[in-house]
Antibody, heavy 120, light 108 residues
Framework: QVQLVQSGAEVKKPGASVKVSCKAS????????ISWVRQAPGQGLEWMGW????????NYAQKLQGRVTMTTDTSTSTAYMELRSLRSDDTAVYYC?????????????WGQGTLVTVSS | AIQLTQSPSSLSASVGDRVTITCRAS??????LAWYQQKPGKAPKLLIY???SLESGVPSRFSGSGSGTDFTLTISSLQPEDFATYYC??????????FGQGTRLEIK
């Protein structure tokens, strides 16, 4: 069965960086992409970007350009999302979700979420 | 960026009711729309993709329709496990991919 298992909760200070991992199993990792979606406390869903696990192509939300980097390690079927220069409004639950290999579409499997808290 | 506006923002209904949630796009998105259900503390779950295709394993009481700018999610007979928040999402034009603000479905 398809599973996406994310790394554990993080507490960071403003200005720091965080790197969240998403380990995939139950499917051929390089035949799909991964999108990252975050949800601030009590708020809606915000798409952050997408990476193709096939060739590493990325597409980021413009508001995060320059602060976010998405990568994959095909040897371990793991996707990573790094967010730099953290601010208090980056406090959110971060989800990875399975997407298409060549483009962004809809997300059929999701990780369990990783809470990132940014606080001084 | 394409904006998605859901209505209503919240809704109270009873078990057995028929419920419809609408999602309006700020510009045409063909059929590039998905619907998700989210329960508190859980990840969203895909219900409908390509505006009207039912995701595998999702009960047939859920259905989606529409194209262009106007879309609907219908639950034909509400069950206790359906009380949750529902989001629409467009993937016609990006970046960014955008979601509606959500519709909270509560028990009357």
């Amino acid at each position: 069965q398809v599973q996406l298992v994310q790394s554990g909760a993080e507490v960071k200070k403003p200005g720091a960086s965080v790197k969240v991992s998403c380990k995939a199993s139950g499917y051929t990792f390089t035949s799909y992409g991964i999108s990252w979606v975050r949800q601030a406390p009590g708020q809606g869903l915000e798409w952050m970007g997408w990476i193709s696990a096939y060739n590493g192509n990325t597409n980021y939300a413009q508001k995060l350009q320059g602060r976010v980097t998405m990568t994959t390690d095909t040897s371990t079927s793991t996707a990573y999302m790094e967010l730099r220069s953290l601010r208090s409004d980056d406090t959110a639950v971060y989800y990875c979700a399975r997407d298409l290999m060549t483009t962004v579409a809809n997300f059929d499997y999701w990780g369990q979420g990783t809470l990132v808290t940014v606080s001084s | 960026a394409i904006q998605l506006t859901q209505s209503p923002s919240s809704l109270s209904a009873s078990v057995g009711d028929r419920v419809t949630i609408t999602c309006r796009a700020s510009q045409g998105i063909s059929s590039a729309l998905a619907w998700y259900q989210q329960k508190p503390g859980k990840a969203p779950k895909l219900l409908i993709y390509d505006a009207s295709s039912l995701e595998s394993g999702v009960p047939s009481r859920f259905s989606g329709s529409g194209s262009g700018t106007d879309f609907t999610l219908t639950i034909s007979s509400l069950q206790p496990e359906d009380f949750a928040t529902y989001y629409c999402q467009q993937f016609n034009s990006y970046p960014p991919i955008t979601f509606g603000q959500g519709t909270r479905l509560e028990i009357k």
